[in-house]
């Protein structure tokens, strides 16, 4: 795909998306994946021209249901549904109704009768996106759910990988660090793999699950030998607050042997790019060296691709109902 | 009362190993006569039941049963348990300690025994804490309760992680013959865990709990039984690992029961797929391999009592994300069914089904009943064991209707159950 051919794509007229809701990436195909890829990809475009906003979504609202705390993810979510032109209404509702005893499907609900046309929903409990689009009548994207998957991460890695590579067939992509408690890591496992990437997995052994050979990775405890000819290395978040009990001795010991930093990076291949879904422990699971040097780190990439991703497919559900009425 | 005579039933009685025609003549309660072949006679002053085409057992005795009276009554009450295990054709249960406040003294076990008698439905009889107010630490009145007539002692799903505490509770248990259960789980590797640990529960981004959980805490607690010389019962084992470290026990010699419930016989850690609550269960359902063994167990007589572990949820405590939902499942109902599954589709011969269910418990806690024998209480079920049903969860007679055999198709059906020949329930 050249970057000719995605400008034809009319930002205007999506695709409908293949389910009535984003709960998992394997609720893609590589076709669908590469078609929301390109228009993600045209949203950038005109994000960057200062194209926007569009009036895809005029009339419909937009509902960011976050039940945990997530000031990235939900301002982007948020951003890419008002330059389509929706309503958004962003509910913290981590510091509201729940807490005084609600259940989750209460709240769903309770807002399903409002009659939103998409819910964004972000839960401590994996399963819980899933559990709410059984409950609901509208269109639901999982923005994260516990430890299980974050699609719209993965979709935005792809679609940043691919404008720095152009083609993701051929990536050796090292998905490094704390995937035991990462929704990100399962969710790009399965896209990247999807679209033919090779992907291993690195990290201490308390930190990978044990049955992780078993997803179609290899597995590595050793950076050194994980590293070697990897095209981009992942770095994840060291989801400390996840952590019952000690899975690592120190953060000092683990920067040590598993944190990125340039010694480390220079035994992946030549022109390897560094990503990170953040936020960031800096001297942690990534030296500021690293993170912040534009020459290797698509870690700011990562995030504007974020609001195109996340418009691309908030479109595409849109015209899906659409073409449902 | 007038006598009652059962006639033209297939009599099913685990203890003495019959299984054929015969009849049974009840009166005051108790069975005054078993008689195997076609009966000669008809007592003309009893009530006759022609039970052609029908399965005649003693009454299955559920060890494991919650309530949630006292504390928790919206989940259940000892009544609305006792009408659902009756209409299981259950006719003993043992309610659990874990009420609020937790049965810990002899004052609460009379409580509980008095108000399951007043029901005048099945009999309810009731198992102590072994530790004060379940805490694994301070051990609960053991002599006294046992004095009052709590059947065994144990800390429900709570483990005793304490091993110096367990190691106190078996040495003073042995002093009056009673009975200790314990969960094997070991609770460092449990900790958080709602699933299985593998392939699946890590797909799920579920916290797993592994299979060795089980067999680590079996090892711990089966070389207390041999230093203390307790009667120990294994409470829900549900690996294959830890039936092979029961096995090798029972090979040497140690005389330790076990008891599996009837979910971790019919279903594995797949019908957790779609994050259905019902399915969230603690020990967590396991892996194929691990149920297969179970019922290799079963017919083996590894496994001595199969328990429904009735535990009701209500709607709010279920409709939850899967990790923050609660435990359990409700089963007094669906058990007779649900273990004949064993028999229809496992191959499991029909007395050895029954067996852990009547016999087995009977044996275990010293109870008269589960057998058909002259003098023994005529607690019995009346069942078709070939009658298809579909289940219904919203017509279960608990307060809860958390089953995960909602909307299953099994085969077997309770008709009647009797208990000290009092009809407690007749199929309409």
């Known amino acids: ?325 | 009362m007038k006598p009652l005579a059962i006639i033209n039933a297939r009599l099913l009685d685990p203890a003495s190993d019959y299984d054929g025609p015969g009849a049974v003549l009840i009166a005051d309660g108790r069975i005054v006569e078993v008689v195997h072949g076609q009966a000669t006679h008809r007592p003309e002053e009893a009530e006759i039941i022609d039970a052609q085409g029908l399965c005649l057992a003693p009454g299955l005795i559920d060890i494991r049963v919650t309530t949630g009276e006292p504390g928790a009554e919206p989940k259940e009450t000892l009544k609305s348990a006792a009408l659902s295990a009756a209409a299981g054709g259950v006719t003993t249960i043992v309610v659990q300690p874990d009420a609020e406040p937790a049965v810990d003294d002899p004052a609460m076990v009379d409580f509980i025994q008095r108000r399951g008698a007043a029901l005048n439905l099945v009999n309810v009889r009731v198992a102590g804490a072994a530790t004060q107010g379940r805490d694994g630490k301070r051990m609960a009145e053991i002599g006294l309760m046992d004095e009052v007539g709590a059947l065994y002692f144990t800390d429900g799903d709570r483990v005793i992680a304490n091993t110096r505490t367990l190691m106190r509770v078996m040495s003073y248990a042995a002093a009056f013959n009673a009975l200790i259960a314990c969960r094997p789980a070991e609770p460092w590797l449990s900790e958080g865990a709602v699933a299985t640990s593998g392939e699946l529960a890590s797909r799920l981004g579920l916290a797993g709990q592994p299979a060795i959980a089980e067999r680590i805490q079996l090892e711990r607690d089966l070389a207390l039984v041999e230093q203390t010389g307790a009667r120990f019962l294994v409470d829900q084992i549900s690996t294959e690992g830890a039936l092979e470290v029961l096995a090798r026990a029972r090979a040497r010699g140690l005389e330790v029961a076990a008891s599996a419930s009837i979910n971790h016989l019919c279903f594995n850690e797949v019908d957790i797929g779609d994050y259905r609550t019902f399915y969230r269960l603690d020990p967590p359902l396991r892996a194929e391999s691990d149920r297969r063994a179970l019922v290799e167990a079963l017919r083996d007589g590894l496994i001595d009592v199969i328990t429904s572990a009735h535990t009701p949820a209500p709607a709010e405590d279920k409709r939850r994300p899967f990790a923050e939902a609660a435990a359990g499942a409700v089963g007094l109902e669906t058990l007779l069914p649900a273990a004949l599954t064993l028999h229809h589709q496992e191959g499991v011969d029909l007395l050895d089904v029954l067996r852990p269910l009547t016999h087995g418990p009977a044996a275990l806690l010293g109870l008269e009943a589960g057998v058909l024998e002259a003098d023994a209480p005529a607690d019995l079920v009346l069942f078709d064991p070939n009658a298809p049903v579909v289940i219904d969860a919203d017509a279960l007679r608990s307060k809860s209707k958390n089953s995960p055999f909602d909307g299953r198709r099994l085969q077997g059906r309770v008709e009647r159950a009797f208990v000290g020949g009092r009809p407690v329930f007749v199929r309409d």
């Open chain 1, 1 to 325: 795909m050249t970057q000719a051919d995605v400008t034809e794509i009319d930002p205007n007229r999506p695709a409908p998306f293949p389910r009535a809701h984003f709960l998992s990436a394997a609720d893609l195909n590589p076709a669908t994946a590469t078609d929301l890829l390109d228009l993600a990809d045209t949203y950038a475009t005109l994000n960057r021209a200062g194209a926007v906003p569009l009036d895809l979504m005029r009339g419909r609202t937009v509902v960011n249901l976050f039940f945990e705390n997530s000031t990235r993810t939900s301002a982007s979510f948020e951003i890419a549904a008002k330059r389509l032109g929706a309503e958004v209404v962003t509910m913290p509702v981590a510091a509201s109704s729940v807490k005084k005893g609600e259940t989750l499907i209460d709240t769903a609900v309770t807002l399903n009768a409002m009659r939103p046309d998409v819910l964004v929903v972000r839960h401590a409990a994996s399963g819980a996106a899933a559990l709410l689009s059984q409950k609901v009548g509208c269109a639901v994207v999982n923005a994260g759910d516990g430890r299980h998957e974050h699609p719209t991460q993965a979709l935005l890695d792809l679609l940043t990988l691919r404008r720095a590579f152009g083609d993701v067939t051929s990536l050796t992509v090292a998905i490094c660090g704390d995937v035991a408690h990462s929704r990100v890591a399962r969710s790009n496992v399965a896209l990247l793999q999807m679209m033919g990437a090779r992907v291993r997995l690195v990290g201490p052994p308390t930190l990978i699950p044990g049955d992780a050979d078993r997803w179609g990775c290899e597995v590595f405890h050793d950076m050194r030998e994980g590293l070697a000819g990897c095209d981009v290395v992942m770095m994840l978040r060291l989801q400390l607050e996840r952590m019952e009990g000690a899975l690592i001795p120190s953060t000092r010991e683990y920067f040590r042997f598993w944190g990125l930093d340039r010694e480390k990076l220079a035994w992946a291949a030549p022109g390897a790019k560094v990503m990170h879904p953040g936020p960031m422990n800096r001297g942690v699971e990534i030296d500021s060296d690293v993170a912040d040097d534009l020459s290797v780190s698509l870690i700011q990439e990562q995030v504007e691709m974020g609001v195109a991703a996340r418009m691309a497919v908030l479109a595409s559900l849109s015209a899906r109902t659409e073409a449902d009425q």
